[in-house]
């Protein structure tokens, strides 16, 4: 027969099954992890499908946020067939209970702007952060999530709008990414303003003299403020630090630049190198402009 239980029994098992679910939630997040991902830029260094082999960047004991991983692709290829490798690692990082920071370098930015864009809205297997010696990991439960758990996006010397050096040439134009680079092609391989709602923070450097006649404005000597500081449109143009009379500002935080030219949505310059101190170059010791968003990395992805 079945016995309606008492108020204070019904409220002492409403208790204990609340009390249960807690513990359940206390346990599933026990088990999750957060990880930084580096995405590297053009020349590759590290062997791709190896998330430990930072030779990109510099020793790979120096501090980068938690659980630091090197998402490595060639650097050489376009962006469209190496893409799978910058996907395979956030399926393998960011997908059930973990998440992610990401870091990315020149090129990298167009990497992890092309994932989430074309890529972030679908489905994606639960992975179990062990990757095989080509960088895929092994489903965990056989569930899947749309797109990936992503906390935000730093990005040195972003290459996300292109550089005039792969229009005119100035790099080999037998390595199939400067086709990539070339600022109308960057700007209209993906939708920029789509980021799934992950923020990008972005960093400008500006100690660039060497193409100074053929970048716009400030720049690092790979990548001008265009490109660096997340400004929308179908084009680059020239931007600058407030010191320069004779060119428009590229401002901090996400308000359009000076002369109206917006930021792609969810796009943040935090870092303006006002004193022109950093150069597009890592150095093999996390140098250039990549020394401001390792710190960044540093203190806190953790």
Known sequence: MFHRLSP???????????????LAGVAGALH????????????????PGNHADFTYWGPSGTAGG???????WDGFNRVADQNYRIRDALDCYCTGNNWCYIAAHSAGN????????????????????????????????????TGWNIK???????????SELANVGSWAVSDPLTSDLKTATARAMYDHNQTRAKWFYMYAGAAGTLYSAVLPGQDDEAVAYHSAGGVSGSGGAGFCNPSDWFCNDLTLGTAANEGGRAKWSFHSVVFRDDTESFNHYTNGNWGGVVSKVRADMAANAN
């Open 8 to 22: 204070v029994t019904n409220r002492t098992t409403r208790r204990l099954l609340a009390a249960t679910a807690l």
């Open 32 to 47: 999750a992890t957060n990880y930084s991902l580096w995405i590297n830029g053009r020349t590759g260094g590290g062997q």
């Open 66 to 72: 938690v659980n630091k991983k090197s998402v490595n």
């Open 110 to 145: 167009l990497q992890i702007g092309y994932a989430l864009s074309l890529y972030g809205g679908t489905a994606r297997q639960k992975k179990n952060a062990t990757p095989n010696a080509s960088g895929v990991c092994g489903n965990t439960d056989g569930t899947t999530q």
């Open 152 to 162: 935000w996006v730093n990005v040195a010397a972003g290459a996300g709008g292109g």
